[in-house]
């Protein structure tokens, strides 16, 4: 890369490494822009055009913003984390930079859906969300289902001009009405939007309460309730409706493990 030239011209190439190329990270957990990537206006995102004779500006202030935002999400979601969304290893952040690329090209199908068992830490949604963020210019909104509400909700699901990629974490205990509807309802949105989906599940691994344990039959009634629910695969919990739905957007066929779609 010339000395001269400005790295916001590159960032959508995925092969260029590094999810917050151009950016600095702060000790307060705030992100600043690297202001010697970006020689022709400082990281001002303003720059005198003699050939029109006037002010050239681009999208880097408001890519800027919309990161800065993201960032503060993280912070208020999972304020004990140590890490920030663009602290990825390098390998981990080669492979989000082309799986997010992909999906964004279509190359890949719009929704994309994984399964994790990490339930008290941030998941790379974070990262991959950044990527589209600041890497290729896609407005991108993160949700953490187990921690989210109607206000969220109605945020994360708000209409968009332009291509929009949505990312859920923490998808879990989908036998409780609340968390099962909020998820169907995103599901529809993203589906009727056309919008780009990542969806990250995990099951419930609570630990059983102690006090369930004194040997009465209520007790053991709630027990076998309790194991029932955790044993439950996600795609059993949500109507036939959104598995349908999600079998077109990801284009697979979705099952759980007894067979139930």
Known sequence: MSAHSCVLSNLGNPLLNGLGLGLNGTEDGQVRLQTDMFPCCAGDGRAWDPSRSGVRSCTLQSRLTRVQRLYAQYRKVWPQATRVPHQVPAPFSSLILQEVAAVLKRDKASTQIAFTGQKN?????????????WRFGVEARVLNLMRMDNKDLAHFTRDHEGPLALFVEQIDKL????????LEHLVQRAYNADSFLWLEFMQEQAAEPENMDDGSVRSEISRRINRKRKSQHPFELLSRDCISRLQSMS???????????
């Open 121 to 133: 830490m941030p998941s790379l949604a974070w990262s991959k969300a950044l990527s589209a963020l």
């Open 175 to 182: 036998w409780d009405p609340m968390h099962a509807e909020a």
């Open 251 to 261: 284009g697979q066929s979705l099952k759980s493990p007894s067979g139930a779609s």
